[in-house]
């Protein structure tokens, strides 16, 4: 059987020796931290020039872009950035229930659209779908041609159909009032 013996509870060490590399490793982590803090504060700077130079660039109606006369790499970027702003806003000012709603009206039972693919600016799509017969189809194109919101419809691809009747793809402007 083993003897109880007193704990000696003992809170206060001996000093110990700091190691030469951990004080080095410690400085070189410093030093990275201050560099990082100094890269920061030039990208923030960087980046307000930026965008004040991105709002005298961006035009101040959306409906129609402007290009600048300054002929640097970074202006026509610039620009071509708040091009595909303006399309994008555009897109998203779209009347789109006004668009679909003209789509309803000329549909029928002999044409069945599959795929509706608007362009980015709102004012072209790609209709794919098919058709039972090829006439069914040009009928179809009629009746949009002369729906009010929509002019210059075209087919652009034709062929047969897996089960039978034609698939066909047609594009068309939509040209209703905004």
């Not at 490793?25 to 130079?53: I, K, P, Y």
């Not at 959306?62 to 071509?80: E, N």
């Not at 794919?128 to 652009?156: I, K, W």
Request: charged share 20%; with cysteine; hydrophobic share 50%.
């Amino acid at each position: 059987m083993r003897s109880l013996t007193p704990l000696r509870l003992d809170f206060i060490h001996p000093r110990r020796r700091v190691a030469p590399a951990a004080v080095v490793l410690l400085g070189l982590g410093l030093l990275a931290c201050v560099g990082v803090a100094q890269r920061l504060v030039q990208v923030t700077a960087d980046l307000v020039e930026l965008e004040a130079a991105a709002a005298l660039v961006a035009p101040a109606n959306p409906g129609r872009t402007s290009r600048p006369i300054v002929g640097s790499t970074a202006s026509k970027m610039q620009a071509l950035k708040a091009e595909q702003v303006n399309a994008a806003l555009s897109s998203l000012s779209t009347p789109w229930d006004a668009w679909f709603v003209q789509l309803e009206a000329v549909a029928d039972r002999k044409v069945v659209l599959m795929a509706l693919q608007p362009e980015a600016d709102g004012r072209r799509v790609r209709l794919s779908g098919e058709a039972r017969q090829f006439d069914d189809l040009l009928a179809y194109m009629t009746r949009l041609e002369a729906a009010p919101g929509f002019a210059n419809v075209f087919l652009s691809e034709h062929g047969e159909a897996v089960q039978g009747g034609v698939s066909f793809t047609l594009t068309a402007d939509w040209v209703a009032q905004r």
